[in-house]
């Protein structure tokens, strides 16, 4: 069974650094196929993708926040950690982590419960 | 902006059948995920694939594919099913994963 949930703090000042880490179980991200991504959702607003990280460690980014994210992994922790730089009010959202469910391109069969981080000075 | 299209909103009435799509160019060459969002809950994956159901998802949920456009038909829906659906596939490049702009769905 595969879990995931996502910790970090729930409030940022602006033009902080937010660092999310979303730790995981039942899944190995050594296997072919596995990915962990990232994605966000505003109060009341659609979700975002924001980053994911598959098994051989190529990375993909949200080309609108490409500049501001950077994911990694650590499989000897079983944890995928994103970092956005320069936080603005406007990112106040709900992050979630998700697995990616391998052969069936970008599609996340599994998600964390999501944690709320409010950007606010 | 989403390179997937969604309707904003969608309403059936219980018991009926209701579709809801999701445009986008690069719907034909990579699958489509459908996802159901209860308010303050993480978005649960109805349908992936050609037209796949996790399991314990009702097999009123099926999916379907018609060149660019992809759809989620519920079957008999149920009050249970009212909620926010998103599709998520590849943008055009094939390089980024992209999310429509989500359905809200009543049943009345």
């Known amino acids: 069974q595969i879990t995931l949930k996502e910790s970090g703090p729930t409030l940022v000042k602006p033009t902080q650094t937010l660092t999310l880490t979303c730790t995981f179980s039942?899944?190995?991200?050594?296997?072919?196929?596995?990915?962990v991504g990232w994605i966000r959702q505003p109060p009341g607003k659609a979700l975002e993708w924001l980053a994911l990280?598959?098994?051989?460690?190529?990375?993909r980014y949200s080309p609108s926040l490409k500049s501001r994210l950077t994911i990694t992994k650590d499989t000897s922790k079983n944890h995928v950690v994103l970092t956005m730089t320069n936080m603005d009010p406007v990112d106040t959202a709900t992050y979630y982590c998700?697995?990616?469910?391998?052969?069936?391109?970008?599609?996340?069969?599994?998600w964390g419960q999501g944690t709320m981080v409010t950007v606010s000075s | 902006s989403s390179e997937l299209t969604q309707d904003p909103a969608v309403s059936v009435a219980l018991g009926q059948t209701v579709r809801i799509t999701c445009q986008g160019d690069?719907?034909?060459?990579?699958?489509v995920g459908w996802y159901q969002q209860k308010p303050g809950q993480a978005p649960v994956l109805v349908i992936y694939?050609?037209?796949n159901r996790p399991s314990g998802i009702p097999d009123r949920f099926s999916g379907s594919r018609s060149g660019n456009t992809a759809s989620l038909t519920i079957t008999g829906a149920q009050a249970e099913d009212e909620a926010d659906y998103y599709c998520?596939?590849?943008?055009?490049?094939?390089?980024?994963?992209?999310f429509g702009g989500g359905t809200k769905l009543t049943v009345l």
């Open positions: 998700a697995h990616r469910l391998p052969t069936y391109d970008d599609t996340f069969d599994i």
């Open positions: 039942g899944l190995s991200l050594t296997t072919s196929g596995v990915g």
């Open positions: 990280i598959y098994w051989d460690d190529d990375k």
């Open positions: 690069s719907l034909s060459s990579y699958y």
């Open positions: 694939g050609k037209n």
């Open positions: 998520n596939s590849r943008d055009s490049s094939g390089n980024h994963v992209v």
